[in-house]
């Protein structure tokens, strides 16, 4: 069995309901989008972000440069959370889900290369 569905749906699933939440602006989003200093506009355009990056994997199943893409986004926006927490004086807890996802980015868009090739 290939690995890339299964990466990729931990990818669509968590950054589905994260982007979702940041989108709606629910309370608990709010709240963090307060504690690295953003306003909820600007986390609201992060889960955007997410949420299209969603998209574009899902749309990389037929097109694999396009989930390739969307991988190297969130890879990115993970670097910036990682530095925006850095900044903030947060420590591991903080710190986990960004580094996680961040290599569970990493390791779609290696796999995905790895089947064009």
Not at 15 to 28: D, E
């Amino acid at each position: 069995m290939n690995a890339t569905p299964v990466v990729a749906g931990v990818l669509v699933v968590a950054f589905g309901v994260l982007g979702s939440a940041k989108l709606v602006a629910v309370p608990a989003m709010r709240a963090r989008a307060e504690h690295v200093g953003y306003g909820v506009d600007a986390y609201r355009r992060i889960g955007l972000v997410e949420v299209l990056s969603v998209l574009g994997i899902l749309v990389g199943a037929a097109v694999p440069l396009i989930g390739a893409v969307a991988a190297t986004g969130l890879v990115v926006l993970l670097g910036g959370a990682v530095i925006t927490h850095l900044r903030n004086g947060d420590g591991l807890r903080e710190l986990a889900p960004a580094l996680v996802l961040g290599a569970v980015a990493v390791t779609f868009l290696v796999l995905v290369l790895g089947d064009v090739r």
